[in-house]
Nanobody
Framework: QVQLVESGGGSAQAGGSLRLSCAAS????????MGWFRQAPGKEREGVAY???????RYTFAVKGRFTISKDNAKNTLYLQMNSLKPEDTAMYYC?????????????????WGQGIQVTVSS
């Protein structure tokens, strides 16, 4: 079955960097849409970035120019490089997979999720 396991979270100072990884298994990784979502306390889950099967990427406005999503099909791994971190980036970050060639940010359309990993940015 589909399994997604995040790693690389933790704490950082504002202006710092973190890199999240998501190891995927149980499906043909290269054919799926892959995405990162986050949920801060008291807020709804929101899409952060996604990358489709043709490696087209899209970012939510709040992280554009600071975060970079990428994937390594040979390693079945998804990445999120987070630079110039801000306290408002503090959230639980989730890796997600969608068995379609094209992606959408609406979380209801993503059937597979990792367990989540905490990112905390202090000012």
């Amino acid at each position: 079955q589909v399994q997604l396991v995040e790693s690389g979270g933790g704490s950082a100072q504002a202006g710092g960097s973190l890199r999240l990884s998501c190891a995927a298994s149980g499906y043909t990784f290269s054919n799926y849409c892959m995405g990162w979502f986050r949920q801060a306390p008291g807020k709804e889950r929101e899409g952060v970035a996604y990358i489709d099967s043709d490696t087209m990427t899209r970012y939510t406005f709040a992280v554009k120019g600071r975060f970079t999503i990428s994937k390594d099909n040979a390693k079945n791994t998804l990445y999120l490089q987070m630079n110039s971190l801000k306290p408002e980036d503090t959230a639980m970050y989730y890796c997600a997979a969608r068995p379609r060639a094209y992606c959408v940010f609406a979380s209801d359309y993503w059937p597979y999720w990792g367990q989540g990993i905490q990112v905390t940015v202090s000012s």
